[in-house]
């Protein structure tokens, strides 16, 4: 079993929707990461959390860390937002990384 | 402006020869991370270093090398005794901060293809 578990694995949407991404482990953190991997491209860190929410334009990020669950939301979708977005988790020690398999996002105009 | 740097972003080999991927940070990071990452696979650690001269060998290290001389540059060389060498290869760097606060960046990635 994987530490890390994204939903869904694949997700489809027509431009402007609203989309959710989501992101469970289940192993003790120190935080949270949010990767995009455009096809072909390099990985962008989108954000870093150990707590609440965070927001950047038309993405927010929320984690949980009693239910050890975490969202990526992207709002009015545009088909640049096409890529994989990876969730990433830090050990407690902050020695180790475990990685999610990533969802693949395709946003259609 | 600190970061992590990594190059070069698309690299291709003739099979059997070894190359080395660069991956520098001036972020006085202490540890850094080699990942490889194949389609539909999760990120799987290469190596890693926690400190200078210092590396441990993580799931995946066969036929890979690593080395550690400077605080800022972590190297990966991949020899000719990887049977898959064609991948995404990731580095990461951490700080380990006072009180528990880390920080963790991300390099963009190097694709390799060896041909």
């Known amino acids: 079993k994987n530490e890390v578990e994204q939903s869904p694995q694949n997700l489809t949407a027509q431009e402007g929707e609203f989309i959710t991404i989501n992101c469970s482990y289940s192993?003790?953190?120190?935080?949270l990461h949010w990767l995009q991997q455009h096809p072909g491209g390099g990985i962008v860190s989108l954000f870093m959390l150990s707590s609440g929410k965070k927001k950047h334009g038309r993405l927010i990020a929320t984690i949980n860390i009693q239910e050890k669950h975490s969202s990526l939301h992207i709002t009015a979708s545009h088909p640049r937002d096409s890529a994989v977005y990876i969730c990433?988790?830090?050990?407690?020690?902050?020695?180790?990384?475990?990685f999610g398999t990533g969802t693949s996002l395709t946003v259609i105009p | 402006d600190g970061g992590i740097t990594q190059s070069p972003k698309y690299l291709f080999r003739k099979e059997g020869q070894n190359v080395t991927l660069s991956c520098e940070q001036n972020l006085n990071h202490d540890a850094m991370y080699w990942y490889r990452q194949d389609p539909g696979q999760g990120l799987r650690l290469i190596y890693y270093s926690q400190i200078v001269n210092d590396f441990q060998k993580g799931d995946i290290a066969e036929g890979y090398s690593v080395s550690r001389e400077k605080k800022e540059s972590f190297p990966l060389t991949v020899t000719s005794a990887q049977k898959n060498p064609t991948a995404f290869y990731l580095c990461?760097?951490?700080?380990?901060?006072?009180?528990?606060?880390?920080?963790?960046?991300f390099g963009q990635g190097t694709r390799l293809t060896v041909v």
């Open positions: 990433a988790v830090r050990s407690v020690t902050g020695n180790q990384f475990y």
């Open positions: 990461a760097s951490v700080l380990r901060g006072l009180g528990g606060n880390t920080e963790a960046f």
């Open positions: 192993v003790g953190i120190s935080a």
